[in-house]
């Protein structure tokens, strides 16, 4: 099973039929002095139109990718599913024994993710460790193919990465950085593959389960411990993202197909439910016009169609509850904490299930850390596999340094 | 107060034709093998439906219908605190002089349409059961009716819409029927106006709070008697759709404008996202595509735009968590086996004035475009000689 080089490639016919949908395009009226309360203003939503239709450049930004990321695919092949296409990203550090880490992405995120802090993490230094890095496409995402089959959860996300991809590439142990649906899919690489193969977990997007009845002391610990005042911060935001933030997630955990047909049909509706993303969920995060629309291009133009990506919702609806019920990973984990992320709960509740060595609480950033803080995060990974550092050689003899 | 102008519906030409031009770009998504209903509309249901939208359906054929079978008006209603907003609706009288005024409130993602079957029925005149004045508006922001343009357009102003059209029409007490927002809407008016105007009102989605450990004696006694099997029934119905079919609501009611953007600019993604209720909601109506078409073209052609009616959940989202205090006046509950919410006939008698109930072994959430005559059957029934509300609006008792 050997890779492909692969590069991007958009064909003229569908750059001409997004350009004759975006001509075509109309708008909703708004209520007076709305602004983000229901959703992107329609100025924005405009403004952003027009610069895709006239003036946005996907030739130039398809070009910059291809020179700066090098990607491949290849076929993969997952048990009950068939063999499934995979684009990935893959670069070495020139520091030999740098540390193989898979770094993956969420929704609405994707590989483009990894573009920033790339150079960072494979940079040589006597000072900090390397990495060689591999970031994927999961598969109904990017370039990659998507599953045709139903069924496609957990255990198969983390089997293709896992057990496939990484080993096949030679990185027989390895690290991963994930946030989002990248942080549930290592967790649960964590739980079936780690300590043989999967040797440590960093993530941004630490998700803990809040202490029960059914473990009284941690319980009674809970009900008296006073809250700090960033634990309150992020209580608060985890209860906004819950009411007021989760109206995505209901419906692409429950009608994906009836929501991919709007986003298959209407560039409009694809950049309206994805820009709303990329505002809300980042502190503050200064998009420029031609980032968003790259980020968003991204998903039209994507292999597997935009219609394809959110279906990962629904087919881990069910597997999602049950990860309490799982067994917990053992092996060392980091988390980074960023006030903006959507749920942030007390680092106590995280540290009681499991191994943390490495922890960051961070005073600004969002949800998409790689892209808002992205020095800051790859400090967090350095400083867990540093010389000294709680993980530090976890991956005998890719200590990172030369 | 100002006066009505009669109404008929005539897209502009330019506006089919923009239809037509997006719907020869249609975009599909994929779709799982095996799929079937699972994951939302099918594709080969969209597909055709689209196919059929772009070809072979004759709005203007469907246009005249409704035009010749529905005498329509618009009237400009004020609104405290809120523009005047000019009010599209139905208004038909019956050949009974004294027949009871009746208002039909729709909800979504209904339309004025829906009193279509059952209008000649209640307006009908016989000496074995009562007949109606009908009037069915379009909602602010629905059918042909303008939308409010400030925020905070909540339950109070909808009811004030609903009764002020009402009296605007000479009917100074009346009664209602409501489905979906149009239950909560009239439920709000029989709040406000119960008494000295709104004197009695039917639904077919009763509601009720459910009984909590705040009530101990009505929580014992739901803990404790026994469920007959059409209640069990209905409570896995709503359990479904509790756990399975609310996504539309999350996102309606948190930001129904992202999802407006998606509804405006493409046909396909708002015939996809309604057809789902469509088929999903009912107690497998035979819909036709024509009737599919013409019901999602009222969405796509409607004055206000199909966002403007979504916003409705942000207004009322606390509404439908906190019901609030219950009225008084006689109630009417029609049950359907698949109505999304059925709770037991029992709570909602002991918070209510119920003095009619019926229950149905067919029928769903659209009751009147999928079981008219029952529907009417039942509301004749409510006001028929004999009843708790026969002659509930002095000197209109529905008979001749």
């Excluded at chain 1, 970031?135 to 995402?141: D, E, K, Q, R, V």
Aim: overall charge neutral.
């Amino acid at each position: 099973m050997s890779e492909t080089p692969f590069q991007i490639n958009i064909p003229d016919k569908k750059l001409s039929i997004l350009r004759a949908k975006l001509e075509l395009a109309t708008f909703p009226d708004e209520l007076q002095d709305i602004g983000w309360k229901q959703g992107p203003p329609l100025a924005d939503m405009k403004r952003l139109v027009e610069r895709w239709k006239n003036g946005y450049d996907w030739r130039k930004y398809e070009k910059e990718l291809n020179q700066e990321l090098p990607m491949f695919t290849r076929d993969i092949d997952v048990d009950g599913f068939g063999a499934l296409n995979v684009h990935y990203v893959h670069k070495k550090s020139k520091t030999v024994d740098a540390i193989p880490l898979l770094f993956c992405h969420g929704w609405p995120g994707s590989f483009l993710e990894v573009r920033v802090i790339l150079p960072l993490l494979t940079a040589p230094s006597p000072e900090h460790p390397s990495f060689h890095v591999v970031a994927l496409s999961l598969p109904g995402f990017g370039f990659s193919e998507g599953s045709h089959k139903p069924g496609f959860a957990l255990d198969q996300y983390a089997e293709v990465i896992a057990h496939k991809l990484m080993i096949a590439l030679g990185y027989n142990e390895y690290v991963t950085q994930g946030g989002d649906w990248g942080f549930l899919i290592t967790r649960r690489m964590a739980a079936k593959y780690g300590g043989k193969h999967h040797k440590a977990w960093h993530t941004n997007f630490p998700m803990a389960d809040p202490p029960n009845w059914k473990s009284p002391l941690s319980f009674l610990s809970y009900l008296v411990t006073p809250f700090s005042p960033e634990e309150k911060a992020g209580l608060e935001r985890t209860a906004w993202y819950r009411n007021k933030s989760s109206g995505y997630f209901v419906e692409q955990s429950t009608f994906p197909q009836t929501l991919a047909y709007s986003f298959t049909d209407s560039p409009v509706a694809l950049l309206a439910w994805f820009y709303e993303k990329l505002v809300i969920w980042t502190d503050d995060y200064k998009w420029t016009d031609d980032e968003a629309l790259t980020w968003i291009s991204i998903y039209w133009f994507s292999r597997a169609g935009p219609g394809a990506a959110h279906r990962i919702y629904f087919e881990v609806h069910g597997d999602f509850y049950n990860l309490g019920r799982t067994s917990y990973p053992t092996i060392p984990m980091g988390a980074s904490y960023f006030p903006k992320e959507l749920l942030l709960l007390p680092s106590a509740w995280l540290r009681r299930l499991n191994n943390v060595v490495s922890e960051s609480h961070h005073t600004s950033g969002g949800h998409f850390a790689a892209t808002e803080r992205p020095k800051e995060l790859v400090e967090d990974v350095r400083k867990m596999f540093a010389k000294g550092g709680p993980a530090f050689g976890i991956v005998p003899g890719r200590s990172g340094y030369a | 107060m100002s006066s009505e102008t009669p109404f008929q519906i005539n897209v502009p030409d330019e506006k089919l034709s923009t239809l037509r031009a997006k719907l020869e770009l249609a975009n599909f998504p994929d779709e799982l093998q095996d799929a079937g209903w699972k994951y939302g509309s099918p594709l080969v249901d969209v597909k055709r439906l689209t196919e059929r939208w772009r070809n072979q359906y004759d709005w203007r054929k469907h246009e005249r219908k409704i035009n010749e079978m529905l005498p329509m008006f618009t009237r400009n209603i004020d609104v405290d605190g809120f523009d005047t907003l000019n009010i599209h609706y139905v208004h038909k009288k019956s050949e009974t002089v004294d027949a009871i005024p009746l208002l039909f409130c729709h909800g979504w993602p209904g339309s004025f349409w829906e009193v279509t079957k059952i209008l000649p029925l209640l307006t009908a005149s016989a000496p074995e059961h009562p007949s109606f004045h009908v009037v069915a508006l379009s909602l602010p922001g629905y059918g042909f009716s303008e939308a409010p343009r400030k925020q905070g357009f909540g339950l109070n102003q909808y009811a004030e819409v609903a009764h002020k059209l009402m009296i605007a029409l000479g009917y100074n007490e009346y009664v209602t029927q409501g489905g979906d927002w149009g239950c909560f809407i009239t439920r709000k008016m029989a709040s406000v106006y119960g008494g000295g105007h709104h004197k009695a009102w039917h639904t077919n989605i009763p509601m009720a709070k459910v009984p909590t450990w705040k009530s101990p004696l009505s929580f014992l006694s739901f803990l404790l008697t026994p469920w007959s099997t059409e209640e069990k029934a209905g409570i896995e119905r709503t359990k479904w759709f509790r756990t399975k079919g609310q996504g539309y609501f999350a996102q309606q009611s948190t930001q129904p404008q992202t999802l407006g953007y998606g509804l405006t600019d493409s046909p396909v993604g708002l015939l996809a996202w309604i057809y789902e209720k469509l088929v999903l909601w009912t107690d497998n109506y035979n819909w036709s595509d024509d009737e599919v078409l013409t019901w999602i073209s009222l969405y796509w052609f409607s004055r206000a735009g199909p966002a403007a009616s979504l916003r409705i959940y942000f207004e009322l989202r606390e509404d439908c968590e906190d019901l609030g205090r219950d009225p008084t006046i006689p109630m009417g509950a029609s049950y359907f086996p698949k109505e999304p919410i059925i709770l037991r006939a029992a709570w909602v008698r002991k918070l209510n004035n119920v003095v009619f109930e019926s229950h149905h072994k067919s029928g769903g959430h659209f009751a009147a475009t999928e079981r008219p005559e029952e529907l009417v059957q039942d509301l004749r029934k409510m006001f028929a000689k004999g009843s708790p509300a026969f002659a509930i609006v002095p000197g209109r008792t529905g008979y001749a």
